[in-house]
């Protein structure tokens, strides 16, 4: 592995520590190298809180080997003040004069400005070390700020022969397709996402409560599509413990304890409504887990950026079918008896 290369790698290590925990700002680690030794490394670990520059610096014992060491970001210094100074600035200060960047940061503040700020300067820049491997991990961040929209996981289960869900349930719960392995592992997803969202049919049939109580985790905001209101109102989701929003054609709903009602025109398109709405309230990442016809929704309109689909090892022969895409596998393994498939919209 070539030298940059090992110590980009580390930064996307480091950076992956704030997994879920930095929006809105993007996942960054940084270390510090003097002959070839790492001698100080830090990532942002919550907005607000110093950027992964700042706690590489003040990880350094002897700050006397800065002007002599090079800095490496998985992400370009950032070059304005928002919550914290700009990070640029203070490696210039430190008087380090090498600068190893993973990929360039496309949020419009930033985007490239970091990099001539170093430059000017003085400093030496190296760009695009591992720069796919760089925005694929902040693939939110540049799906959020280059597409303006969130970016959008899908999530189903399905049996072996196809189907998502009966043509009938008897009780108003989920019909389980999954395992408890597969389960746990969907509510850590749901703890790395920004909201879910879910159809009127899934919550009426499911009355699901869209939390994360199998790990320890923030719960994602609940984002449900109810288009005449007819979910109960008894429901988990309405129980006022999480941050709710329900897209709906009825304006005359008010809004109570976090529980709000946004009117969207049902006969226009309204996927794209709804990633309007969520773009413009600064969510990153959406993660959808309600049925067919949601889901489908969303493929035909091609708004979605990963697929994770489970399938079981049950049978049903005749159900709801499961939603038809054309995506490019990327992961695949064995949970217990489940199947998890990642596909990625090329």
Same mark, same amino acid.
């Given at each position: ?7 980009i790698?580390?930064?996307?290590q ?19 190298v ?5 001698i ?16 590489a ?6 700050k ?5 060491a090079?800095?490496?970001?998985s ?6 003040f ?35 700020? *170093?430059?000017?300067?003085?400093? !030496? ?5 591992l ?9 939110r ?19 072996k ?21 597969s389960?746990? *592992? ?5 703890s790395? !996402? ?15 409560k ?22 109960p ?35 226009e ?19 959808? !887990? ?25 049978? *049903?022969?005749?159900?709801?079918k ?25």
């Amino acid at each position: 592995m070539k030298i940059h290369e090992k110590y980009i790698n580390r930064c996307i290590q480091l950076a992956k520590n704030a997994e879920g925990k930095t929006y809105p700002n993007p996942l960054v680690g940084s270390v510090l190298v003097y002959k070839n030794e790492i001698i100080g490394e830090g990532w942002h670990q919550k907005a607000g809180k110093p950027h992964a520059e700042v706690n590489a610096i003040h990880s350094v014992e002897d700050k006397k080997l800065l002007k002599k060491a090079t800095i490496y970001v998985s992400l370009e210094p950032c070059s304005h003040f928002g919550k914290t100074p700009p990070c640029s600035d203070l490696i210039i200060e430190k008087g380090i004069k090498k600068v190893v960047i993973g990929t360039m940061d496309p949020f419009a503040k930033v985007a490239g400005r970091g990099i001539q700020k *170093l430059m000017n300067a003085g400093c !030496e820049v190296v760009l695009g070390v591992l720069e796919k491997e760089c925005q694929e991990l902040n693939k939110r961040f540049f799906t959020f700020h280059k597409k303006k929209r969130p970016y959008i996981i899908l999530k189903w289960a399905q049996t072996k022969d196809g189907f998502i869900a009966p043509l009938q349930q008897n009780e108003r719960k989920p019909v389980w397709i999954s395992n408890e392995k597969s389960k746990q *592992l969907v509510h850590k997803w749901r703890s790395e !996402e920004q909201a879910i969202l879910v159809g009127t049919n899934t919550a009426i049939k499911d009355n699901p409560k869209l939390n994360t109580r199998l790990v320890e985790g923030e719960n994602p905001t609940r984002i449900v599509i109810d288009r005449n209101l007819k979910i109960p109102k008894n429901s988990h989701l309405f129980d006022g413990k999480i941050s709710t929003f329900v897209f709906t054609e009825n304006s005359s709903s008010k809004n109570q304890e976090n529980l709000t009602f946004i009117p969207i025109n049902f006969e226009e398109n309204v996927p794209q409504q709804i990633c309007d709405h969520l773009y413009q309230k600064e969510f990153q990442s959406v993660i959808i !887990e309600g049925g067919q016809q949601t889901l489908q929704s969303f493929i035909d309109k091609n708004l979605w950026d990963e697929a994770r689909v489970f399938t079981g090892s049950v049978f *049903l022969e005749e159900g709801i079918k499961a939603p038809t895409f054309v995506g490019n596998k990327i992961a695949s393994e064995e949970i217990g008896d489940n199947n998890l498939s990642i596909y990625k919209n090329d």
